[in-house]
């Protein structure tokens, strides 16, 4: 049911963790299962990601979604990252299954989000950036866990 792609990402998590002083946070969240994904960014000031970090709270494919999302938007710019959608990473992972595929869409998500937070305190505009629709604030998290 799970490629050997996923499995892997699964059991053995890219990226995974925090960073201390980030660029920018992005928390999403699914109302449905009740799954949490936050992505940490460090950015420099040439707009290149330097590195990035996932903590998620969620099912396997969340956690294989959120390693495999880190490992493309690592190196990247800021416009390159924000071009990776659930799309490309369920093609990354050589596919999910139909009922998973609202996991892959928590990461584009925390992308979006943690690029949001990003230009927020940045106070810049990043073209072609929604405010995440799945963004999850302190209060609400602390419901739900
Ligand atoms: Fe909801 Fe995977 S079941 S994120």
Not at 40 to 57: M, P, R, S, W
Not at 103 to 122: G, K, M, Q, V
Request: hydrophobic share 40%.
């Amino acid at each position: 049911m799970y490629t050997k792609k996923v499995m892997d990402h699964f059991a053995n998590p890219r990226n995974m963790g925090e960073i201390e002083k980030p660029s920018g946070v992005g928390t999403v969240g699914n109302a449905k299962c009740g799954d949490i994904m936050r992505m940490y960014l460090d950015i420099d000031e040439n707009g290149i990601i330097q590195d990035v970090k996932f903590k998620t709270f969620g099912c396997g494919a969340a956690v294989a979604t959120s390693s495999i999302a880190t490992e493309l938007v690592k190196g990247k710019t800021v416009e390159e990252a924000l071009k990776v959608t659930n799309k490309s990473v369920v093609e990354a992972l050589d596919g999910l299954p139909p009922v998973k595929m609202h996991c892959s869409l928590l990461a584009e998500e925390a992308i979006h989000a943690a690029l949001w937070d990003y230009a927020e305190r940045n106070g810049i505009k990043i073209e072609g950036l929604k405010k995440p629709k799945g963004d999850v604030h302190e209060e609400e998290e602390e419901i739900v866990y």
